[in-house]
């Protein structure tokens, strides 16, 4: 099989891509704004609640083929990770109303050149991953639709929405802004299952080495694997996803493997639409390494805190190697920047990437 080389040339930005970002990123600031204003703290403009932290390590796989063997995944190694389990609700939202899951891994002691000049001195790569193949507004345009109308949702007054979210209609994101059938964004919502039985996905391309990927990380221990479409009650458990994850590490490990889908042809395995699920039957997924996380205590108060408030988790904290793709990642960086930026002065907490894993606490 051959795999389409990772040129600059692949990313074709739209005549009116830098307006649009400006739009989505003021439009995200004044929700967050809202949001401080309401609960008197800042969280983050999507993801905002987690359900466990955990630390853990990232073993690379020996003797990788060449088309597997670039950047972080050059030659095996065994690296520290950080872990966050979350809701994709930019508002902390009850556990039983329908969402997507996220998994954000920070890889730690990662040398190397990184895109952007401000992260050159950190030692971190991040992959922020989502219980989805793709993301319905998987392009700038589409993304700014999305947002326009969840701004309007967030401003609806508290009783509508409090209608809405008792419905839990399976959208996220805007929970109950478009109820209808035909409704994207109900691809992303999915009855409660256990979180830690889910597959996660980058949903958008990242330049992989000399070649373009999507990155996965799947069940592979039986302890998690045994979770995978797992229903769980958490009638009258607002937090209770949180609960299944405290009680889960206070018992038992869990292993992911982590994979990657390189691009075959870019007509059929697009880089601009990121709402486009490229065919595993062209292009399967292929181990690359595996996480590996032992008991512990996955939310105490320290690491909540660490977590949630001092930790950013973002897919431009990366090596050059592995660039993130795509107006749906362009758009991330001042959306990130800024979020990141409110959310840690309005907190009064420093903005720091962990050079060691000691740092996470306890």
């Not at 005549?15 to 204003?37: H, Q």
């Not at 853990?56 to 088309?67: I, K, Q, R, S, T």
């Not at 954000?104 to 219980?131: R, S, W, Y």
């Not at 700014?144 to 509508?160: F, G, N, R, T, V």
Request: aromatic share 8%; charged share 25%.
């Amino acid at each position: 099989m051959s795999y389409y080389p990772y040129t600059p040339d692949v990313e074709v930005k739209a005549s009116d891509e830098d307006d649009l970002i400006e739009k989505i990123v003021e439009s995200m600031a004044r929700v967050n704004t809202r949001a401080f204003d309401q609960h008197r703290h800042a969280t983050r403009d999507a993801h905002a609640k987690s359900h466990g932290i955990v630390v853990g390590h990232l073993e690379v796989y020996d003797n990788l083929p060449e088309h597997l063997a670039q950047g972080l995944f050059a030659k095996s190694g065994r690296y520290p990770v950080v872990i966050r389990l979350s809701s994709a609700f930019g508002h902390i939202k009850d556990d039983r109303i329908p969402t997507a899951y996220g998994m954000a891994v920070k890889v730690i002691g990662v040398e190397g050149e990184k895109i952007l000049p401000e992260h050159q001195n950190d030692v971190t790569q991040d992959f922020l991953m989502v219980n989805h193949p793709v993301i319905p507004f998987g392009h700038v345009k589409a993304y700014w639709k999305m947002q326009h109308m969840a701004e309007k949702y967030d401003e609806s007054p508290d009783l509508i929405k409090q209608i809405g979210e008792s419905l839990a209609k399976p959208v996220s994101t805007v929970a109950g802004l478009l109820a209808h059938t035909n409704s994207p964004l109900k691809k992303l919502g999915t009855p409660p299952t256990h979180i830690l039985g889910q597959t996660f996905y980058t949903m958008a391309a990242i330049r992989y080495g000399r070649y373009i990927a999507k990155i996965s990380a799947a069940p592979l221990s039986p302890e998690v694997a045994a979770l995978a479409g797992q229903s769980v009650d958490i009638t009258n458990r607002p937090s209770g996803m949180r609960d299944l994850v405290v009680d889960f590490f206070s018992r038992s490990g869990a292993q992911y493997e982590l994979r990657a889908q390189l691009c075959t042809n870019p007509a059929d395995m697009p880089i601009e639409d990121a709402s486009i699920e490229w065919d595993e039957n062209k292009s399967p997924y292929q181990p690359i390494g595996k996480i590996v996380i032992p008991p512990q205590d996955a939310y105490s108060p320290a690491r909540r805190v660490y977590a949630d408030d001092v930790l950013s988790f973002n897919p431009w904290h990366c090596l050059k190697e592995h660039q993130p793709l795509g107006s749906i990642n362009r758009v991330r960086i001042p959306a990130y920047a800024r979020s990141s930026k409110f959310r840690h002065d309005m907190n009064v907490q420093p903005r720091v990437e962990p050079r060691d894993i000691s740092e996470v606490p306890d």
